[in-house]
């Protein structure tokens, strides 16, 4: 198919999303286009993904690629069944879902997951983009697997994130449980649990997330055990969370809801937002885009259009030389001493004008994605490096009120904005 025969539904932090009309079928699809090739050791491990989530086609509740091939302009493609809205279009439009739309999409998302962690697959990306609606209503989550993540890193929004996915990159069944009650969180207040102060940057962000204890979610009429179920898959330490998506999945389902019956696994869910609000949600939440290309029309509303915006952590290349932003001055003083390069690690010392604050670091490797450590109350911390490569540092630090930065250091030469 022609570019032109394409149409855009939106750009995420690693690829974009195009619609298109199968001339064969008359069936519309989404096409995922990431910004390069996928080497033979990537395709050799998204085929495993793709061979393992096929088996799970009978659950329905899973968007399994239909295609996935380099496009003639060497770009890499995967074609899928194109849905009609995902969760983040419906909680923007109308508010928070109803709490018995939450428990039946909780269970369809958490068995979904239970199956495909049997199976082997790990989701690594549960965010409010990627859980998607057929027209029917129905829910299916989409975007799974690692090997094109690894492949075509993007920085996904940080309150998705599991704590360890931050610091050190970690993804496994443990972090799609701490997504999985994120997305909880989001379709019951509206926003993630580290929902953005006006502003607050990335860097602020990022560590109230790793330092600080999950904000309530605040809605009164919660059924009693949901409030602390979710409260449990967002627990900073991995091993303090569900034992597995099955046991939540379990929970979920026996948690009394507002309907008189219970949605089976994958129904559609119909009624959108809260019970007061219901009155006023008429008609489809989805729209028809036309597309002059042999008079075809593709539905092609809301959806898929990856909600996920890239971070601001995101490190320069090393030809624009690392940096890392700081204020000029502030209220509170942390001085970080010059760092000690010991070839294939970084000794950082600092010290703070007030023993009440909590401490993080930031590095910033030329031509390398930023990483954020949570040292708590400690002031001094070993970093590993790559040798001969440019690095910059910086100390963070917060009283859980307030952010104060230390002055950015570097080493072997590296510039570090101020």
Sequence with gaps: MDDDELVSLGEGPAAIVLAGMDEATGEAFALKVYPGRADRRTRAELDKELSALGTLSELGTVLVP????ELPDGR???RMELCAQSLADLVGTFGPLSVQDVLSLGEA???TLAAAH???VVHGGMTPGNVLFRASGAPVLADFGLALRQAFPGDAEVGFLAPETITDGTRDERTDLYGLGALLYFALTGHSPARERPGETADELTLRVLSEPLPPIGRPGLPAGLGPLVASLLARAPMERPIDAD????????TPGTAATPRPLGAPILEYGPEHA???RKGKTWLIAGVAAGAAVLAAALVFVLQNRPSELSVPPASTEPAITTPTADPVRVDLADPVDRGTSVELSWRGSESTLRYAVIVAGADLPRKTFLVESGTSYRVDVEPGR?????????????FYESQSKGIRGARCVR
């Design 247 to 254: 046991l939540v999945a379990t929970r979920l389902g026996a």
């Design 390 to 402: 440019q690095y910059c540092f910086v100390v963070q630090a917060t009283d859980s009120v307030h």
């Design 109 to 111: 998302l958490a068995t």
């Design 76 to 78: 890499f493609g995967v």
């Design 278 to 280: 219901k009155s006023r």
């Design 66 to 69: 239909t295609e996935a091939k």
């Design 118 to 120: 049997q199976a082997g």
